[in-house]
């Protein structure tokens, strides 16, 4: 059974430039979340999906990250404009249940020049 | 509030036990979770343990629970130089809260 991938696995952009994560969850799984750690802080909660519904948004940082979830499946997240703050790492996880084992991807590593 | 504290560095010589703790602070939590980070990868899922329970252990690890104390450990015996990682403690309350991580640096 495939885990759960993200793509791309690293990137590099520049200050007010566009850029969009992709994670694709465990075949099966309902319960996508987004998780990020920047500057080597905690890794924090961005969001969680139940299917194509966003359960819990509490963590998203502001009005330039935008996810989705089209379908149920795969999940992006947008940041738009990119800051030089939001560099870091961002995780994607999935899970059967609400609340049940998190599985995680091998995380995004995303630098604003 | 939701608060997870772990030390950050924990320095062992190979072949001894390695013990890394943590506190957490929301008494709801249904899993408790240790995930290993290596260098340049992602999050690995280490071992977890579901809040009614105390102890659990597989293989060479050891987790220990103390609810009353809000209080969780993980034990790694007969320590090697593979295990050198980061390694985060989180509390499930439907998303995780995660512990800033505990550098773990084995010596020969």
């Known amino acids: 059974e495939a885990g759960v991938t993200q793509f791309p696995s690293h990137s590099v952009i520049e200050k007010g430039q566009t850029v969009t994560l992709r994670c694709d969850p465990i075949?099966?799984?309902?319960?996508l979340y987004w998780y990020r750690r920047v500057m080597g802080k905690e890794i924090k909660f961005l969001l969680h999906f139940v299917k194509e519904s966003k359960q819990d948004e509490s963590g998203m940082p502001n009005n330039r990250f935008l996810a989705e979830r089209t379908g149920g499946t795969y999940s992006t997240l947008k940041v738009q404009p990119a800051e030089l703050e939001d560099s870091g790492v961002y995780f994607c996880a999935s899970s059967q249940s609400p609340g049940g084992l998190q599985y995680f991807g091998p995380g995004t590593r995303l630098t604003v020049t | 509030g939701e608060d997870v504290e772990q030390s950050l560095f924990l320095s062992v010589r190979e072949g001894d036990s390695s013990v890394i703790n943590c506190t957490y602070t929301d008494s709801s939590s249904t899993y408790l979770y240790w995930y290993k980070q290596e260098p340049g990868a992602g999050l690995q899922l280490l071992t977890y343990i579901f809040s009614n329970m105390d102890m659990k252990q597989d293989q060479r690890l050891t987790v220990l629970l103390n609810k009353k104390d809000k209080h969780l450990s993980l034990r790694i015996a007969d320590t090697q130089t593979g295990d050198s990682a980061i390694y985060f403690c989180?509390?499930?309350?439907?998303?995780?809260?995660f512990g800033t991580g505990t550098r773990l640096q084995v010596f020969p």
């Open positions: 989180a509390e499930s309350i439907g998303k995780l809260i």
């Open positions: 075949s099966g799984h309902d319960n």
